[in-house]
T-cell receptor, first 114, second 115 residues
Framework: ETGVTQTPRHLVMGMTNKKSLKCEQHLGHNAMYWYKQSAKKPLELMFVYNFKEQTENNSVPSRFSPECPNSSHLFLHLHTLQPEDSALYLC?????????????FGPGTRLTVL | AQSVSQHNHHVILSEAASLELGCNYSYGGTVNLFWYVQYPGQHLQLLLKYFSGDPLVKGIKGFEAEFIKSKFSFNLRKPSVQWSDTAEYFCAVNKVNNAGNMLTFGGGTRLMVKP
């Protein structure tokens, strides 16, 4: 596989469930990002990791818990979500976070919270 | 807070028509500017970018964008659209003095090109 991959592509969960989203990049990048894309709202940055360290948490509720075990993998752990959390969750990666580097996006996970 | 506005939420054009999608941002400092495109069922991908120099930037598939600093604008243009240009287009801004590589996106414009 090349580029940025995300699994699962679709996820339906209840408000009491615990699930995880996975992102993997095959580009040799050091920075990874989680974005939320809701209907009728701009793409919102959630978290930024640089060399496995979280460098940005954009005021995201604690029911979303990111994990970056290495520069190639990024997880988003979900628990006790609300219906308004239903959205497309996009992962992206870039070579680094300083200066500008093009961000490469994955296909996203379409999440529905019942 | 910095914001990015895309004025047209939906645009419908016939093939061979000219396209211009508006993008304005609110940050007064130095910025890097981008247009991303998301074709149906595909990943978000970079269409073109502006860092410095010539304010008229050319991207892939015949697209271009012009940075007008005095108007805080970075409009996307294509002289003659094709059916395959049907997609959602996103403008994004990165503040140069920001310590990190964080993009602020506009709300997107859905373009439909009729054959």
């Amino acid at each position: 596989e090349t580029g940025v991959t995300q699994t699962p592509r679709h996820l339906v969960m209840g408000m009491t469930n615990k699930k995880s989203l996975k992102c993997e990049q095959h580009l040799g990048h050091n920075a990874m990002y989680w974005y939320k894309q809701s209907a009728k709202k701009p793409l919102e940055l959630m978290f930024v990791y640089n060399f496995k360290e979280q460098t940005e948490n954009n005021s995201v509720p604690s029911r979303f818990s990111p994990e970056c075990p290495n520069s190639s993998h990024l997880f988003l752990h979900l628990h006790t979500l609300q219906p308004e959390d239903s959205a497309l969750y996009l992962c992206a990666s870039s070579l680094k976070t300083s200066g500008y580097n093009e961000q490469f996006f994955g296909p996203g996970t379409r999440l529905t919270v019942l | 807070a910095q914001s990015v506005s895309q004025h047209n939420h939906h645009v419908i054009l016939s093939e061979a028509a000219s396209l211009e999608l508006g993008c304005n941002y609110s940050y007064g400092g130095t910025v890097n500017l981008f247009w991303y495109v998301q074709y149906p069922g595909q990943h978000l991908q970079l269409l073109l970018k502006y860092f410095s120099g010539d304010p008229l930037v050319k991207g892939i598939k015949g697209f271009e964008a012009e940075f007008i600093k005095s108007k805080f604008s970075f409009n996307l243009r294509k002289p003659s659209v094709q059916w395959s240009d049907t997609a959602e287009y996103f403008c994004a801004v990165n503040k140069v003095n920001n310590a990190g590589n964080m993009l602020t996106f506009g709300g997107g414009t859905r373009l439909m090109v009729k054959p």
